[in-house]
């Protein structure tokens, strides 16, 4: 029977340690990333991972950072972003973001993946809440170890939209418990140039 469960990570900076089960070199897990408990033992939970690029992998982690049931998933975030106007909209407000000026991110639709990994938000005054979480917006599996083509904070990124480092915690807030149904992705957003 699952024991249904997720990573609360809030009081983290939206990650918790993982470590892979029965060896390997560990990863962070995103805030509120559906998992499934399995065992546990020594202050340790046992899970397989539901959803997002680790999904169907098992894992381990201290049993504090796992609760019961559902904290609260909504449906699919639908954004809406004017690269000319430098604003991106979205169901709980509206936010300043760019993109990169040599390498912007292309008009049309693009998936809004579940974070995947920290990354550097690369301004020592990114203390905003969460900065180090970004949404890949690519189709497939992003680069490793890249910025790329990711919603994000901090700085422009090649093919990716940079949300104003001070409105980063609401988007944020809203986009982590945004879920399309696909075990991938919290939504999509629309691109346009004007």
């Given amino acids: 029977m699952p024991n249904r469960h997720y990573v609360d990570a809030d009081a983290h900076d939206g990650w918790v340690p993982a470590r892979p089960e029965p060896a390997g070199i560990g990863v962070m897990l995103p805030a509120f990333l559906a998992v499934d408990v399995m065992s546990s033992s ?3 939970d046992r899970f397989k991972v539901l959803e997002g690029v680790h999904a169907g992998k098992t894992f381990s982690a201290s049993a504090a950072h796992l609760k019961p049931g559902n904290p609260g998933y909504r449906g699919p975030a639908h954004l809406h972003y004017n690269i000319g106007k430098q604003r991106l909209n979205f169901a709980g407000g509206q936010v300043r973001a760019t993109t990169s ?3 912007p991110i292309a008009a049309g639709a693009h998936p809004v993946h579940i974070p995947d990994a920290p990354h550097d938000p690369a ?12 949404f890949y917006l690519g189709r497939g599996v992003p ?3 890249t910025n790329e083509g ?4 901090g700085r422009a990124t090649a093919g990716g939209i940079t949300v104003e480092l001070s409105d980063w915690p609401a988007l944020y807030r809203y986009l982590i418990l945004c879920r399309s149904g696909d075990g991938k992705t919290v939504g999509s957003v629309d691109v346009v140039v004007r």
């Fill in 123 to 134: 301004t020592p005054q990114a203390t905003a809440s969460c900065a180090t979480t970004g």
């Fill in 150 to 153: 990711y919603l994000n904070t």
């Fill in 101 to 103: 000026a040599q390498a």
């Fill in 143 to 145: 680069a490793a170890a």
């Fill in 42 to 44: 020594g202050g340790r």
